[in-house]
């Protein structure tokens, strides 16, 4: 007989992060792979808390499992001008479509405008820092429709500056959008329904929350929900503050 001293851990269920009671009684039953989720990071305490955003594994170890949301990065792009021209204009091409002339000392704000004018970019997809050209390089953030996104690199053409010595206009990716993860855990499923208490290396079966509304200021702390779970998930959930 065993008598020695044995604990068990317990946690109050909190579910204040759902706004409505849609999608409560169709949870989905899934299964979580362990092993990919970390100590002190996703179970601090020792349980997975309940409204963690979710994904399916899609390749690799624990294919057809389920482990936390591994986020991911807006990309940036910065567009940089050579040669110290002194006047003239140049242009940027993105995904098919080219920009109208731009001047070569133009501000931010300028060189926004005119990216939002190509077909492919509507107002609020990118965001534009830095300038005036061409001492200060600027940095064109993408965001909107493309948050998130790992997107093509624009590429310049400087053939209109003038003045200086050889100008032109370079572009390089300073942050690649997507996520440094390819197995699936890049794109969100949704919400961990109940907190789960992790005993060992296991899996675990789990309900999973898959529409409804969520107040995103009442979720756990490192839910994982970042702007491009909120656009992913935005068809299956309404969020609220």
């Not at 109050?12 to 299964?31: C, N, P, Y």
């Not at 501000?107 to 990216?115: D, G, I, K």
């Not at 948050?147 to 093509?152: A, E, F, L, Q, R």
Request: aromatic share 8%.
């Amino acid at each position: 007989m065993d008598i020695s001293l044995t604990t068990e851990a317990w946690t109050v269920e909190k579910r204040d992060w759902l706004g409505s009671r849609d999608g409560t009684e169709f949870t989905r039953t899934i299964t979580l792979h362990l092993a990919s989720f970390t100590a002190n990071v996703h179970y601090p305490n020792g349980f997975i808390p309940s409204g963690i955003v979710i994904a399916k594994i899609t390749s690799g170890t624990g294919t057809g499992l389920y482990g936390p949301y591994a986020g991911s990065t807006s990309e940036a792009q910065t567009v940089t001008i050579t040669g110290t021209p002194t006047g003239g204009t140049f242009t940027l091409t993105w995904d098919g479509q080219t920009s109208g002339a731009i001047a070569y000392n133009a501000t931010a704000s300028a060189v926004q405008t005119a990216l939002e004018a190509m077909s492919n970019i509507n107002p609020g997809d990118v965001s534009v820092s830095g300038g005036p050209g061409p001492g200060t390089p600027y940095v064109v953030a993408f965001a909107g429709r493309y948050v998130g996104d790992n997107v093509p690199q624009m590429t310049a053409s400087g053939a209109s500056l003038t003045g200086g010595s050889s100008p032109a206009v370079g572009v390089t990716t300073t942050t690649a959008g997507g996520s440094g993860s390819s197995n699936g855990l890049e794109i969100p499923d949704g919400f961990l329904f109940n907190s789960t208490h992790v005993r060992s290396t296991r899996n675990l079966g789990a309900p999973l929350h898959w529409r409804g509304v969520i107040r995103t200021s009442k979720l756990p702390a490192g839910n994982g929900l970042d702007a491009n779970a909120r656009d992913v998930l935005g068809a299956k959930f309404r969020f609220e503050a």
